[in-house]
């Protein structure tokens, strides 16, 4: 089980045997399915937004339910023991409504967060080109001035809630000559005229969270749709990146906790040459580092939220955080494998679905590489 921690009060631990249960009851018996289509549905968005899930930091001002990242976090880390990420919700409430409610004017804010909390609409961020990941600074995508209009033009891809998305928050380039002081950050919506959706793409893992292309041709948005300040979107997204990736790190910690449970009863039951797997000193001693490694895990999530409500939370330390907990997944879900020997690589079994869920995570928010980068510019 998730461990009980002290960063939580008491109305976080009502909170989160209501996301337990609800997850129990509306996600865990769809998720074969949802896999299978690639795209988790609708009506299960608006179930949760009904239940209170999605986007639950929103001020009471904007619809929203007036709690702190605390409950964001339970959202997450109940995610991640469920052992799946098929469901957005992170892309949704901790990303792109945390922009809208950051940047976004008034009218904005009234517009669309009531409906993201409600979960009538459904968010998208737009950064990833064909030709561009992590270097957001090169986005060749662009949005010019056209009188009251922006007329923007490029394409994008691995766009999580891409084929689902009716809110898209787009990377784009208002001034293409000054490189990152050029970027803003452009909501467009999903029935605009030019706007088209390419493949919701086949991937390895993840397979229920719809991942897609996206293209956007002489595509019409008024000037009032722009984030914040005209070339002021890249400090935005260095901004907002820390709490993005904090919620990976807390999705791996609480995905590894579940991969090491599963793991220690697999071992207490199985059994090889007359006697339990959990009876060699092998495993023993492997199970005992994984937990060893997640304690200071947990530690260190708890250290990182805490400081992200006290709004100190820089760009280094969650940059380590990412790293060290995605970094610390792959191992102990690679771990968890091999302890279940032969049927490890089962599809039946839960710990392969993790296995190739996990593999992502070392990639998407900002690869391993790029957080090692940005750590090593502090030393």
Request: a negative charge; proline letters at 3%.
């Amino acid at each position: 089980m998730l461990p009980r921690r002290k960063i939580f009060q008491e109305e976080h631990q009502i909170f989160r045997e209501s996301v337990r249960r609800f997850f129990a009851k509306e996600m865990l018996p769809n998720l074969k399915s949802w896999d299978e289509a690639g795209i988790v549905d609708r009506d299960f968005w608006e179930k949760a937004g009904a239940a209170g899930l999605l986007c639950p930091d929103i001020p009471e001002e904007y619809g929203g339910p007036g709690g702190d990242f605390r409950y964001n976090a339970v959202v997450d880390e109940e995610m991640g023991y469920a052992g799946t990420a098929a469901p957005g919700f992170a892309v949704h409430s901790d990303i792109c409504a945390r922009y809208i409610l950051e940047y976004g004017s008034e009218d904005l804010k009234k517009e669309w967060l009531p409906r993201m909390v409600s979960g009538e609409i459904i968010s998208a961020i737009a950064m990833t080109e064909p030709g561009t990941g992590s270097d957001l600074q090169a986005v060749k995508a662009t949005a010019i001035r056209d009188g009251n209009h922006y007329v923007l033009n490029g394409q994008k891809t691995f766009i999580t809630n891409g084929q689902n998305a009716d809110l898209i928050i787009v990377v784009a380039k208002t001034n293409p000559e000054e490189g990152a002081h050029g970027v803003s950050l452009i909501l467009v919506e999903s029935n605009r005229e030019g706007f088209t959706r390419g493949r919701n793409l086949k991937k390895i893992g993840q397979k229920g969270s719809d991942t897609s292309e996206l293209f956007f041709s002489d595509v019409r948005v008024p000037l009032t749709n722009c984030l914040g300040e005209e070339n002021q979107g890249f400090v935005y997204l260095m901004q907002q990146l820390p709490q993005e990736r904090l919620a990976i790190a807390i999705g791996a910690v609480a995905s590894s906790q579940k991969a090491f449970d599963i793991t220690v009863d697999y071992v207490k039951e199985r059994k090889a040459f007359g006697r339990p797997i959990f009876g060699f000193q092998n495993t023993r001693f492997k199970l005992a580092e994984m937990r060893a490694e997640l304690a200071v895990g947990w530690a260190y999530v708890d250290q990182c939220l805490e400081q992200h409500l006290e709004k100190k939370l820089d760009v280094e330390g969650a940059a380590i955080a990412k790293l060290w907990l995605t970094e610390m997944q792959g191992r102990i879900v690679d771990q968890c494998l091999q302890l279940h020997g032969g049927y490890g690589y089962m599809e039946e079994y839960p710990i392969s679905k993790m296995f190739v869920d996990a593999r992502v995570q070392r990639i998407y928010g900002g690869t391993s590489e790029i957080m090692k980068e940005l750590i090593s510019k502090f030393i």
